[in-house]
């Protein structure tokens, strides 16, 4: 690795600042809470799926954020918007199911659109900084 590669300012980030962050551990609790009412067969079915897919939008949004490169931030927040993307297609699994309710299914599928779009906004964020 050439010294023109390693970054000249290098400082602490801390990821729980992030307001997207912040949304998406909030739709994350939202999600435990309603997993929980989920029949016992859909355990390690669904319950698993969505957990996992919602957890991973927080996830790669804090791994992202501690890395050294913004190239690396970038992917990671790529791939917190494909999480994100699957969580809305496990909410349509749950509200088919019956599962969920039809305003719990709204509420949750407003609460992802709301962190794809700030996951959006951070993206372009970090673009103009590979770009600059």
């Not at 307001?19 to 009412?37: A, F, G, H, P, T």
């Not at 698993?48 to 913004?70: D, M, P």
Request: glycine share 4%.
């Amino acid at each position: 690795m050439s010294k023109e590669n390693i970054p000249s300012k290098i400082y602490i980030q801390d990821f729980r600042d992030l307001i997207v962050w912040q949304k998406s551990v909030l739709l994350l609790d939202k999600v435990y809470e309603i997993v929980r009412e989920f029949p016992d067969y859909e355990k390690y079915i669904m319950v698993s799926q969505i957990i996992r897919c919602t957890t991973s939008i927080s996830a790669n949004i804090a791994e992202g954020n501690s890395q050294l490169y913004v190239k690396k931030e970038f992917s990671f927040a790529n791939n917190a918007l494909g999480s994100a993307g699957e969580t809305k297609h496990w909410l349509e699994m749950a509200f088919r199911r019956k599962y969920i309710n039809e305003s719990t299914y709204h509420e949750l599928i407003e609460d992802t659109d709301e962190v794809i779009r700030m996951i959006i906004g951070y993206m372009k964020k970090l673009k103009n900084k590979i770009e600059n």
